[in-house]
């Protein structure tokens, strides 16, 4: 059974450009939640997408932005890119099941903004 | 604004001893208790998950909740070098985001 796959897994940006990440879940699984990760920060929650709905939403600005397609892929969008956005953007599948949710994490995809 | 607890270590056991990982959560409707492991560079995986008060028992692994307390905890028995990396303590309700704590960084002197 194929994992959470990422790509790209590495890359490299200059401030104000923007970058598109995307992310196939485990075959099977209809939420796909994305993290972004810093030292400083932790895990911090970027949105999550059920069913190519945007299902929940955390606290950050507009510049960053997410799909879902029907086959459960998603892509999320960071535009007008900042220092600040260097950091591991992990993507997390689960199947749903009320009160037994689990998340399966990819391997990350690491942004340099210079 | 939910919040998930963890003392930031670094947390230091000697080969072979328990290591011992605590967590609090803010939200008494949380249902769901995970602990990830993350090794340095890579992403978190899941060790172990439990959803009702007691303990759980994996290998090594045991889980302990306590949902009037607010509390979940994670025992490593023998640890062992290979156990050394950040445990990411998660709090999950049905339909809404996985909130994560900052992580305690454990190291296993061998």
């Known amino acids: 059974k194929a994992g959470v796959t990422q790509t790209p897994r590495y890359l490299i940006k200059t401030r104000g450009q923007q970058v598109t990440l995307s992310c196939s879940p485990i075959?099977?699984?209809?939420?796909v939640s994305w993290y972004q990760q810093t030292p400083g920060q932790g895990l911090q929650f970027l949105f999550e997408?059920?069913?190519?709905?945007?299902?929940n939403k955390g606290n950050f600005p507009g510049r960053f932005s997410g799909r879902q397609f029907s086959n459960s892929r998603s892509e999320m969008n960071v535009s007008t890119l900042e220092l600040g956005d260097s950091a591991l953007y992990l993507c997390?599948?689960?199947?749903?099941?009320?009160?037994?949710?689990?998340?399966?994490f990819g391997a990350g995809s690491r942004l340099t903004v210079l | 604004q939910k919040e998930v607890e963890q003392n930031s270590g670094p947390l230091s056991v000697p080969e072979g001893a328990i290591a011992s990982l605590n967590c609090t959560y803010s939200?008494?409707?949380?249902?769901?208790f995970f602990w990830y492991r993350q090794y340095s560079g890579k992403s978190p995986e899941l060790i172990m998950s439990?959803?009702?008060?007691g303990d759980k028992e994996d290998g090594r692994f045991t889980a302990q909740l306590n949902k009037a307390s607010q509390y979940v905890s994670l025992l490593i028995r023998d640890s062992q070098p290979s156990d050394s990396a950040t445990y990411l303590c998660?709090?999950?309700?049905?339909?809404?985001?996985?909130?994560f704590g900052p992580g305690t960084r454990l190291s296993v002197l061998p």
């Open positions: 439990i959803y009702s008060n």
């Open positions: 997390a599948s689960s199947w749903e099941a009320s009160g037994a949710n689990v998340l399966t």
């Open positions: 997408y059920f069913s190519e709905t945007q299902r």
């Open positions: 998660a709090v999950n309700i049905y339909g809404q985001n996985f909130v």
């Open positions: 939200d008494r409707v949380s249902q769901s």
């Open positions: 075959s099977g699984h209809r939420s």
